[in-house]
């Protein structure tokens, strides 16, 4: 697990020792994702220059060090992730008289590439890895981002030079780089607390799509990459309900028990300490019974928890811990600890980040670091398998929609329209004595403007978006954009009539909210305190049988997960797991209104928002004012802008 940063220069014009400090500059940066060892790479006659930070996993040896080159030399190579199967690959190999220095899968990925091709390669990868390899021969660049999307990659054309790296500080260290926010990717971070892919928060700047390689010649100047998909849960998709799971819910069971335990023991090959983060869900549980019942130690095992009791599951996790014998440690976050971490996230996550759990997240993998220096999650479970609440509620909002008549919902829509979310707040606020307690701080004009649109909506797309949605006019609210953003999304699974409504929402979750929210959130948070994270769920072969495997066995009398929670419990009793899902969260609606209310002032101040040019103060400060008062909880809202804020105080500079 590694950082990884160079650029192609086109032009030419620079030497190989300027070359070399410059890429030595860029990957400097990223000295937490890899602090065991640094390399350079280059070659002025083509203008390329390859580095890297190594966090060393498999391999200590320097026979690991990177970049790397191929015995053959055509090849050389800057890599980050992990390929599990590299050793079943590695047999193959010296089966047809390839012989390795060391016992890394860095070696091993270049002989599979001088053997087969990157094409034919990259296929047969089992892994997490995003990296960038250089064709010596044909004087091409090719960056590579694995099947989910698990290790991120930016690339950008600063004149002539083409740069990249893992996160956009690498490429900020380059001397060409323009900090240009791109308005309607601020826009699109406003609805969804993520900027997602291809975008970023700079003009000119992308990201390597899952799935994917990106080609550059080195006499293209300014062209974008050429794009080759070799995998995508859409194929993926298709592949399933063309040969959908034919045996039984014993043989279903029973198969996605031995899938995850060869997923899981793969993941768990390392030459450092290895544990898990144990939230107590489903999901976490499951990983832990596995890899317990594949271990000889007790595994050690981390949870957060929170003295807010609609927060917790600290308690749930324990018991999990104590019946299947982990080595366990628990860390109970205060609002003090929070206000620390704040002033790190503009740096940790590199670009507007919003989703509040980001906060738990780095500070269990700063408690795990402590003792291990690689972690197994239970992240992904939910989309693949049907876990979240929003399945089960947007069904329900979708077959009601569906049974009032076009006729009837136009209108109704246009007169909800007609009054603002702030009058229809008024209103409610007027009733409120009136009104059950918990309902006056649900934003009610707020829903009932979303509502609305829904009614409009026409499709299930449409639903889909508005449920997740933060900032639902985003556009008017950013000052300068195009208006042209639109939200993150796919039209595949709306148009497939094959899919259930569920099964479209869990297709869309995958390609947009997973990638672009959860797995950022888990990659810098743990690389940020320089720990691995890997996740048994994405291995592509659980990704494909999930969706070989019917709706029926995934959700279950609206409850999600069926066969997840079939598995666990031939490790775990019911009893320890059966309760409502609780997620990740923080109390932020709370600590905004206490310990971080005169830090978010600051940043709301209305005469800051107006200088700095990017957003329309006044909606901000009604909600802000609406929040500290009590009357509705925008904790949502003023996070996302927060964030935004506090990433452009940390640039340091007037955009």
Same mark, same amino acid.
């Given at each position: 697990?590694?950082?990884?940063?160079?650029?192609?220069?086109?032009?030419?014009?620079?030497?190989?020792?300027?070359?070399?400090?410059?890429?030595? #500059?860029?990957?400097?940066?990223?000295?937490?994702?890899?602090?065991?060892?640094?390399?350079?790479?280059?070659?002025?006659?083509?203008?390329?220059?390859?580095?890297?930070?190594?966090?060393?996993?498999?391999?200590?040896?320097?026979?690991?060090?990177?970049?790397?080159?191929?015995?053959?030399?055509?090849?050389?190579?800057?890599?980050?992730?992990?390929?599990?199967?590299?050793?079943?690959?590695?047999?193959?190999?010296?089966?047809?008289?390839?012989?390795?220095?060391?016992?890394?899968?860095?070696?091993?990925?270049?002989?599979?590439?001088?053997?087969?091709?990157?094409?034919?390669?990259?296929?047969?990868?089992?892994?997490?890895?995003?990296?960038?390899?250089?064709?010596?021969?044909?004087?091409?660049?090719?960056?590579?981002?694995?099947?989910?999307?698990?290790?991120?990659?930016?690339?950008?054309?600063?004149?002539? *030079?083409?740069?990249?790296?893992?996160?956009?500080?690498?490429?900020?260290?380059?001397?060409?780089?323009?900090?240009?926010?791109?308005?309607?990717?601020?826009?699109?971070?406003?609805?969804?607390?993520?900027?997602?892919?291809?975008?970023?928060?700079?003009?000119?700047?992308?990201?390597?799509?899952?799935?994917?390689?990106?080609?550059?010649?080195?006499?293209?100047?300014?062209?974008?990459?050429?794009?080759?998909?070799?995998?995508?849960?859409?194929?993926?998709?298709?592949?399933?309900?063309?040969?959908?799971?034919?045996?039984?819910?014993?043989?279903?069971?029973?198969?996605?028990?031995?899938?995850?335990?060869?997923?899981?023991?793969?993941?768990?090959?390392?030459?450092?300490?290895?544990?898990?983060?144990?939230?107590?869900?489903?999901?976490?549980?499951?990983?832990?019974?596995?890899?317990?019942?594949?271990?000889?130690?007790?595994?050690?095992?981390?949870?957060?928890?929170?003295?807010?009791?609609?927060?917790?599951?600290?308690?749930?996790?324990?018991?999990?811990?104590?019946?299947?014998?982990?080595?366990?440690?628990?860390?109970?976050?205060?609002?003090?600890?929070?206000?620390?971490?704040?002033?790190?996230?503009?740096?940790?996550?590199?670009?507007?980040?919003?989703?509040?759990?980001?906060?738990?997240?780095?500070?269990?993998?700063?408690?795990?670091?402590?003792?291990?220096?690689?972690?197994?999650?239970?992240?992904?479970?939910?989309?693949?398998?049907?876990?979240?609440?929003?399945?089960?509620?947007?069904?329900?909002?979708?077959?009601?929609?569906?049974?009032?008549?076009?006729?009837?919902?136009?209108?109704?829509?246009?007169?909800?329209?007609?009054?603002?979310?702030?009058?229809?707040?008024?209103?409610?606020?007027?009733?409120?004595?009136?009104?059950?307690?918990?309902?006056?701080?649900?934003?009610?004009?707020?829903?009932?403007?979303?509502?609305?649109?829904?009614?409009?909506?026409?499709?299930?797309?449409?639903?889909?978006?508005?449920?997740?949605?933060?900032?639902?006019?985003?556009?008017?609210? *950013?000052?300068?954009?195009?208006?042209?953003?639109?939200?993150?999304?796919?039209?595949?699974?709306?148009?497939?009539?094959?899919?259930?409504?569920?099964?479209?929402?869990?297709?869309?979750?995958?390609?947009?909210?997973?990638?672009?929210?959860?797995?950022?959130? *888990?990659?810098?948070?743990?690389?940020?305190?320089?720990?691995?994270?890997?996740?048994?769920?994405?291995?592509?072969?659980?990704?494909?049988?999930?969706?070989?495997?019917?709706?029926?066995?995934?959700?279950?009398?609206?409850?999600?997960?069926?066969?997840?929670?079939?598995?666990?419990?031939?490790?775990?009793?019911?009893?320890?797991?059966? #309760?409502?899902?609780?997620?990740?969260?923080?109390?932020?609606?709370?600590?905004?209104?206490?310990?971080?209310?005169?830090?978010?002032?600051?940043?709301?101040?209305?005469?800051?928002?107006?200088?700095?040019?990017?957003?329309?103060?006044?909606?901000?400060?009604?909600?802000?004012?609406?929040?500290?008062?009590?009357?509705?909880?925008?904790?949502?809202?003023?996070?996302?802008?927060?964030?935004?804020?506090?990433?452009?105080?940390?640039?340091?500079?007037?955009?």
């Amino acid at each position: 697990m590694c950082g990884i940063s160079g650029f192609l220069d086109t032009s030419r014009r620079c030497g190989e020792q300027e070359l070399r400090s410059t890429v030595l #500059r860029m990957v400097s940066r990223l000295h937490h994702r890899g602090p065991d060892d640094v390399g350079a790479w280059a070659d002025a006659g083509s203008g390329i220059a390859l580095g890297h930070r190594r966090l060393s996993i498999v391999d200590l040896s320097p026979e690991g060090h990177q970049p790397m080159q191929s015995v053959c030399g055509r090849y050389v190579i800057s890599f980050n992730g992990e390929v599990y199967n590299f050793m079943e690959l590695r047999r193959e190999l010296e089966a047809l008289g390839h012989t390795f220095r060391g016992h890394s899968d860095t070696e091993v990925m270049l002989s599979c590439i001088s053997q087969w091709g990157l094409s034919h390669s990259v296929r047969r990868f089992n892994g997490m890895f995003a990296f960038a390899l250089w064709d010596r021969q044909e004087r091409e660049l090719h960056l590579v981002r694995d099947r989910m999307g698990e290790k991120p990659l930016y690339y950008g054309w600063v004149g002539k *030079v083409l740069i990249f790296g893992s996160e956009l500080k690498a490429l900020r260290a380059h001397p060409g780089f323009s900090m240009e926010v791109d308005r309607d990717s601020l826009a699109l971070f406003l609805r969804h607390n993520c900027v997602p892919a291809p975008h970023s928060i700079y003009k000119g700047v992308w990201k390597v799509m899952p799935g994917t390689v990106a080609s550059i010649s080195s006499i293209n100047t300014g062209c974008s990459p050429k794009t080759t998909t070799y995998w995508s849960v859409q194929g993926a998709a298709e592949r399933g309900m063309d040969e959908p799971f034919k045996g039984s819910e014993t043989d279903a069971v029973a198969c996605l028990d031995e899938l995850l335990r060869d997923t899981i023991k793969h993941r768990m090959v390392a030459d450092v300490p290895l544990g898990a983060f144990l939230s107590g869900g489903i999901d976490s549980s499951t990983i832990v019974a596995l890899m317990q019942a594949q271990s000889t130690r007790p595994i050690q095992t981390f949870t957060v928890g929170f003295h807010e009791s609609e927060f917790n599951e600290a308690t749930h996790a324990k018991a999990v811990a104590q019946h299947l014998g982990t080595a366990h440690t628990e860390l109970y976050v205060t609002p003090e600890q929070t206000l620390a971490v704040i002033p790190k996230l503009p740096a940790l996550y590199d670009e507007p980040f919003s989703d509040s759990s980001q906060v738990p997240t780095f500070l269990i993998s700063e408690m795990a670091k402590r003792d291990v220096t690689v972690v197994l999650s239970g992240d992904a479970g939910d989309e693949l398998f049907g876990g979240y609440e929003r399945y089960f509620l947007g069904l329900d909002i979708w077959n009601k929609i569906e049974l009032m008549p076009v006729m009837i919902r136009k209108p109704l829509a246009r007169g909800i329209q007609m009054l603002s979310s702030e009058l229809w707040n008024n209103l409610f606020r007027t009733v409120a004595p009136l009104v059950p307690t918990g309902f006056q701080y649900c934003n009610p004009g707020d829903k009932l403007h979303k509502l609305a649109e829904m009614l409009t909506a026409g499709v299930g797309e449409g639903l889909y978006v508005l449920m997740g949605a933060h900032w639902n006019d985003a556009a008017s609210l *950013v000052i300068g954009t195009s208006g042209s953003s639109r939200p993150a999304t796919n039209s595949y699974p709306w148009n497939n009539h094959r899919m259930h409504f569920q099964e479209r929402m869990m297709f869309a979750d995958m390609i947009s909210y997973l990638t672009d929210d959860i797995l950022v959130k *888990v990659d810098r948070a743990s690389m940020g305190v320089s720990l691995e994270s890997r996740i048994p769920f994405l291995d592509h072969r659980v990704v494909e049988f999930a969706w070989q495997i019917p709706l029926s066995m995934k959700i279950r009398k609206r409850t999600g997960k069926w066969l997840v929670r079939q598995v666990l419990s031939k490790y775990v009793p019911s009893t320890l797991i059966d #309760r409502p899902k609780m997620g990740f969260g923080v109390p932020i609606d709370a600590w905004l209104r206490g310990p971080l209310r005169e830090w978010a002032e600051a940043l709301l101040d209305e005469k800051r928002l107006r200088d700095q040019g990017f957003f329309n103060p006044d909606p901000i400060r009604q909600k802000w004012s609406a929040h500290v008062s009590e009357t509705f909880n925008w904790q949502h809202d003023l996070w996302d802008v927060l964030m935004f804020q506090a990433w452009l105080e940390h640039e340091g500079q007037d955009l």
